[in-house]
């Protein structure tokens, strides 16, 4: 059975998710369980990319934010991070026809600063390449921490009221939404996470108060268009209250 014969129901069809963000995890696991070096993992997880913005695309998800490279991962083997440097700028490259092709508009969220040269530069390539398009929009968050972006948010809330510009007394949370690096972009409804790992790791702390958690046991590798109409009807079976009864 192909993975194309595999349809999203007319329910999930119904109560489809504005914006989808996903944790890719189990790039290493997937390669060490093949006796495979880590970049492996790495290149197999680009197509695994490539499926999920197809699919989702072709769903009419107005967003999906792709955890890419955490703030953490800066603390991995060298070797390891220039590799992902290089697979992350070479997808930037490829993709550019593919994503022009299904009308996808490319963001970035992080610190992209510490990126390297032939990165940032690509990256200002491709998303003006795609600026015109108005289907799915692409989030990559790269050089990512959820706190971090919380402590810049406050920085540039702080620097507000010190100029006068804003009292400490009207800040409310749309204060803060305005703020941060997803500013103008709505909260994620759906937050999936593969490789079974509970945790939210520093990801979109803010965005993702109320967003629906589907943990699935599958590694980012291995995770492709079937499994994500499987998350997309998990979550069409859940009946959201943000807090209400």
């Given at each position: 059975m192909s993975s194309h014969s595999v349809q999203l129901s007319a329910q999930a069809k119904s109560s489809l998710p504005t914006h989808v963000a996903v944790i890719m995890d189990g790039n290493g696991r997937w390669a060490k369980e093949r006796n495979?070096?880590?970049?492996?993992?790495?290149?197999?997880?680009?197509e695994s990319v490539r499926a999920v913005v197809r699919a989702a695309g072709e769903f009419?998800?107005?967003?999906?934010?792709?955890?890419a490279f955490s703030m953490e991962n800066w603390s991995r083997p060298k070797e390891e991070v220039d590799t992902l440097m290089k697979y992350l700028d070479r997808y930037l490259r490829n993709e550019v026809g593919e994503l022009q092709?299904?009308?996808?508009?490319?963001e970035v969220i992080g610190q992209i600063y510490r990126l390297p040269e032939f990165v940032q530069e690509q990256l200002k390539k491709t998303i003006t390449a795609l600026q015109k398009n108005n289907g799915l929009t692409l989030v990559l968050a790269l050089s990512y921490g959820g706190r971090t972006e919380i402590?810049?948010?406050?920085?540039k809330i702080a620097a507000k009221v010190k100029l006068g510009k804003l009292d400490p007394e009207e800040i409310n949370e749309q204060t803060v939404t305005q703020h941060l690096y997803t500013k103008g972009i709505p909260d994620p409804d759906l937050l999936i996470r593969t490789s079974g790992e509970m945790r939210v790791s520093n990801f979109l702390l803010w965005q993702i108060s109320?967003?629906?958690l589907v943990v699935t046991p599958t590694l980012w590798p291995d995770?492709?268009?079937?499994?994500?109409?499987?998350a997309l009807e998990e979550y069409a079976r859940r009946h959201r209250r943000f807090g209400t009864v």
């Open positions: 495979l070096p880590r970049v492996e993992g790495h290149r197999n997880g680009a009419g998800i107005k967003y999906l934010t792709l955890y092709k299904n009308n996808v508009r490319l402590v810049e948010t406050i920085r109320y967003a629906e995770f492709r268009r079937t499994q994500f109409i499987e």
